[in-house]
T-cell receptor, first 116, second 111 residues
């Protein structure tokens, strides 16, 4: 397992701009999750995929947020018209729940977004 | 809806002593629980897990206890080491679907 990779590590943007983050999960992990974490809080669920299918999206996620996993491998998370309240660490995780030992979430290092 | 709660934002213990981190949950359907450790500017790393069919799981210095009737789990670290200083999150899921996380407990192990 080479680990979950996220790019970029840091992103600074101005309010109103669009941003896109990428996540490469551990190969052969069929589940991919996006979480958001703010200071003093635990990771908050945003959405998750099984292969290329988006299975669930948080009710807290506004329509400015969209995620894709086009071929069931890497995923992108786009935020349109960013707001200062979007500033957070965006975490990606992958798992393979049918394989013993892989049912836990393996997290990437995250993308720290700052909206000025 | 805060389904997983960690009511102690911080904990300080002396090196060599036991650290006990607590977690409560409200959803009786949760059947799989995990503990994660997180350093600043890094993603959480997995520590230990427990299925609802068990009440205890050990891995080296780390032991997780599950009390289903009280909807409570705890993580014991014995002996605590300065390198254990980090933020600890508990998480829970139903059938390995989405995972709910607590707000974390910051552990400080003093040399």
């Amino acid at each position: 397992d080479t680990g979950v990779s996220q790019d970029p590590r840091h992103k600074i943007t101005k309010r109103g701009q669009n941003v896109t983050f990428r996540c490469d999960p551990i190969s052969e992990h069929n589940r991919l999750y996006w979480y958001r974490q703010t200071l003093g809080q635990g990771p908050e669920f945003l959405t998750y995929f099984q292969n290329e299918a988006q299975l669930e999206k948080s009710r807290l996620l506004s329509d400015r947020f969209s995620a894709e996993r086009p071929k069931g491998s890497f995923s992108t998370l786009e935020i349109q018209r960013t707001e200062q309240g979007d500033s957070a660490m965006y975490l990606c995780a992958s798992s393979s729940p049918t394989v013993l030992g892989r049912e836990k979430l393996f997290f990437g290092s995250g993308t720290q977004l700052s909206v000025l | 809806d805060q389904q997983v709660k960690q009511n102690s934002p911080s904990l300080s213990v002396q090196e060599g002593r036991i650290s006990i981190l607590n977690c409560d949950y409200t959803n009786s359907m949760f059947d799989y629980f995990l503990w994660y450790k997180k350093y600043p500017a890094e993603g959480p790393t997995f520590l230990i897990s427990i299925s609802s069919i068990k009440d205890k799981n050990e891995d080296g210095r780390f032991t997780v206890f599950l009390n289903k009737s009280a909807k409570h789990l705890s993580l014991h670290i014995v002996p605590s080491q300065p390198g254990d200083s980090a933020v600890y999150f508990c998480a829970a899921s139903v059938n390995f679907n989405k995972f709910y996380f607590g707000s974390g407990t910051k552990l400080n192990v003093k040399p």
